[in-house]
C-alpha cells in the first residue's frame, strides 16, 4: 500500500513538473522576448508649424503631447529622439536613417506621429505623405534587425473632417518555421477612426496621447500592450467631450482605433 501511494505521488510529482515546464515553452512561444540590453528607441516626429501653402493652421497644445510622450516612454525604458517641424523630406530621412540602423540589441522599436493628417496620409510642414510609406522602411524586408520584433506606431492626427456626435447609451457596467510576413509584428494605433477628427486642446494637449500616455504610466509594467490600448479606448471615449460655442464642435465624441499586426503578446517590462 505504502509502495502503491509511493508510485502515486511521484507520478502526480512528474505530471506537475511536466505541466510547469509545458507552460513555460507556450510563455515563451506566445510572449515577445524582452531579454535585450535596450528596450528600444522611441522617435517622436512632432509638428507645430505648417508652410502657407499647406493650408494647415498652427498646432498649439502639441508642445504638451510631445512633453508628455517623452516623459512616458524613457520611463518605460525607450531611449527618445525627438524631431521637430519636419518637412516630408526630413520625416522620410529621418525614419529611413532610423531604419537602416542596428536594432539588434534592441527588443523593439516606436514611433511616435504627432502632425495635421487625412485619411492614409499625414503632414510635414510643406505638404503631406502617405502614412504606408514611412510605415513600410521598417518591414522585414527592408529593417532585418528588427525582424520578429514589435514595431509600433502611434499616430496624433486627423484621418478626416467626419465629427462625431455620439449616442446615449445605459451600459456601464517554438516556431516551426523561419520565414514569418514582411507586415508582421507591426502595431498602428491612431487617435481617431478612418475619416474623422481628432480634438486637441490648446492647453493640455490630444485627448489621444494624454489618455495613451496615462495608461501606459499606469500599467505599462504590469499589462500586456492590447490590454492598455483597450483602457486607451476607454479614456477618450467616455472621459472626453468637446466644448465649443459654435454647435457644430460642441459636444462631440473621439474612438481611437488600432490594427494588430502583432504575432505575439508585448509585455513592456522583462
Same mark, same amino acid.
Given at each position: 500500500?505504502?509502495?502503491?501511494?509511493?508510485?502515486?505521488?511521484?507520478?502526480?510529482?512528474?505530471?506537475?513538473?511536466?505541466?510547469?515546464?509545458?507552460?513555460?515553452?507556450?510563455?515563451?512561444?506566445?510572449?515577445?522576448?524582452m531579454?535585450?540590453?535596450?528596450?528600444?528607441?522611441?522617435v517622436?516626429?512632432?509638428?507645430?508649424?505648417?508652410?502657407?501653402?499647406?493650408?494647415?493652421?498652427?498646432?498649439?497644445?502639441?508642445?504638451?503631447?510631445?512633453g508628455?510622450?517623452?516623459?512616458?516612454?524613457?520611463?518605460?525604458?525607450?531611449?527618445?529622439?525627438? =524631431?521637430?517641424?519636419?518637412t516630408?523630406?526630413?520625416?522620410?530621412?529621418?525614419?529611413?536613417r532610423?531604419?537602416?540602423?542596428?536594432? $539588434?540589441?534592441?527588443?523593439?522599436?516606436?514611433?511616435?506621429?504627432?502632425?495635421?493628417?487625412?485619411?492614409?496620409?499625414i503632414?510635414?510642414?510643406?505638404?503631406?505623405?502617405?502614412?504606408?510609406?514611412?510605415?513600410?522602411?521598417?518591414r522585414?524586408?527592408?529593417?532585418?534587425?528588427?525582424?520578429?520584433?514589435?514595431?509600433?506606431?502611434?499616430?496624433?492626427a486627423?484621418?478626416?473632417?467626419?465629427?462625431?456626435?455620439?449616442?446615449e447609451?445605459?451600459?456601464?457596467?517554438?516556431?516551426?518555421?523561419?520565414?514569418?510576413?514582411?507586415?508582421?509584428?507591426?502595431?498602428?494605433?491612431?487617435?481617431?477612426?478612418?475619416?474623422?477628427?481628432?480634438?486637441?486642446?490648446?492647453?493640455?494637449?490630444?485627448?489621444?496621447?494624454?489618455?495613451?500616455?496615462?495608461?501606459l504610466?499606469?500599467?505599462?509594467?504590469?499589462?500586456?500592450?492590447?490590454?492598455?490600448?483597450?483602457?486607451?479606448?476607454?479614456?477618450?471615449?467616455?472621459?472626453?467631450? $468637446?466644448?465649443?460655442?459654435?454647435?457644430?464642435?460642441?459636444?462631440?465624441?473621439q474612438i481611437? =482605433?488600432?490594427?494588430?499586426?502583432?504575432?505575439?503578446?508585448l509585455?513592456?517590462?522583462?
Amino acid at each position: 500500500m505504502l509502495l502503491k501511494h509511493g508510485i502515486i505521488h511521484l507520478l502526480t510529482l512528474f505530471l506537475k513538473f511536466f505541466h510547469s515546464q509545458q507552460t513555460n515553452t507556450e510563455t515563451y512561444v506566445f510572449q515577445y522576448d524582452m531579454n535585450y540590453p535596450s528596450l528600444g528607441q522611441c522617435v517622436v516626429i512632432n509638428n507645430k508649424n505648417f508652410h502657407k501653402k499647406t493650408g494647415m493652421g498652427v498646432r498649439n497644445g502639441t508642445e504638451k503631447d510631445e512633453g508628455n510622450v517623452e516623459e512616458t516612454f524613457s520611463n518605460l525604458g525607450f531611449k527618445i529622439k525627438i =524631431c521637430n517641424d519636419q518637412t516630408v523630406s526630413q520625416m522620410r530621412d529621418s525614419l529611413t536613417r532610423v531604419s537602416k540602423e542596428d536594432h $539588434s540589441k534592441s527588443s523593439m522599436f516606436a514611433c511616435v506621429l504627432l502632425s495635421h493628417g487625412e485619411d492614409g496620409r499625414i503632414f510635414g510642414t510643406d505638404d503631406c505623405i502617405e502614412l504606408k510609406e514611412l510605415f513600410a522602411l521598417f518591414r522585414g524586408d527592408r529593417c532585418r534587425s528588427l525582424v520578429g520584433k514589435p514595431k509600433l506606431f502611434f499616430i496624433q492626427a486627423c484621418r478626416g473632417s467626419g465629427l462625431d456626435a455620439g449616442v446615449e447609451s445605459d451600459y456601464d457596467t517554438e516556431e516551426e518555421t523561419q520565414k514569418i510576413p514582411v507586415e508582421a509584428d507591426f502595431l498602428y494605433v491612431y487617435a481617431t477612426a478612418p475619416g474623422y477628427y481628432a480634438w486637441r486642446d490648446s492647453a493640455n494637449g490630444s485627448w489621444f496621447i494624454i489618455s495613451l500616455c496615462e495608461m501606459l504610466s499606469k500599467y505599462g509594467k504590469r499589462l500586456e500592450v492590447m490590454q492598455i490600448m483597450t483602457r486607451v479606448n476607454y479614456k477618450v471615449a467616455r472621459k472626453f467631450t $468637446s466644448s465649443s460655442f459654435f454647435s457644430r464642435l460642441d459636444g462631440k465624441k473621439q474612438i481611437p =482605433c488600432i490594427a494588430y499586426m502583432l504575432t505575439k503578446e508585448l509585455y513592456f517590462s522583462k
